[in-house]
């Protein structure tokens, strides 16, 4: 069974920081490129950041580019989401996804994760 599970949501004050994690299993990892999406109450879910099939490439959304680093561990089949600086602009529901290439950018995915929820107390 093909699945991403999430972990290391909850509550932080602002300025505080928190280390998401997705677990995959039943794919082959080290093929896909792996991402985070949130989507926040009202709002339609986007592109927060993503990491290419070895961990080469990075790509984030500017509103988090020096805030959030995205890597992953292929041999624990395994990506992080490590935030800092969390505002409260940044509550949402976080969703780790998985595609074939770049195009997860766009939104082209082929996995989704069921999410977890970072809300960020001002």
């Known amino acids: 069974q093909v699945q991403l599970v999430e972990s290391g949501g909850g509550l932080v004050q602002a300025g505080g920081s928190l280390r998401l994690s997705c677990a995959a299993s039943?794919?082959?990892?080290?093929?896909?490129?792996m991402g985070w999406f949130r989507q926040a109450p009202g709002k339609e879910r986007d592109h927060v950041a993503s990491?290419?099939?070895?961990?080469?490439?990075?790509y984030y959304k500017d509103s988090v580019r020096g805030r959030f680093t995205i890597s992953r561990d292929n041999a624990k089949n395994t990506v992080y989401l490590q935030m800092t600086s969390l505002k409260s602009e940044d509550t949402a529901n976080y969703y780790c996804?998985?595609?074939?290439?770049?195009?997860?950018?766009?939104?082209?995915?082929?996995?989704w994760g069921q999410g977890t929820l970072v809300t960020v107390s001002s």
């Open positions: 990491i290419s099939w070895r961990g080469g490439l990075s």
């Open positions: 996804a998985a595609a074939k290439g770049g195009a997860i950018l766009t939104g082209s995915v082929e996995i």
């Open positions: 039943g794919l082959d990892f080290s093929t896909y490129y």
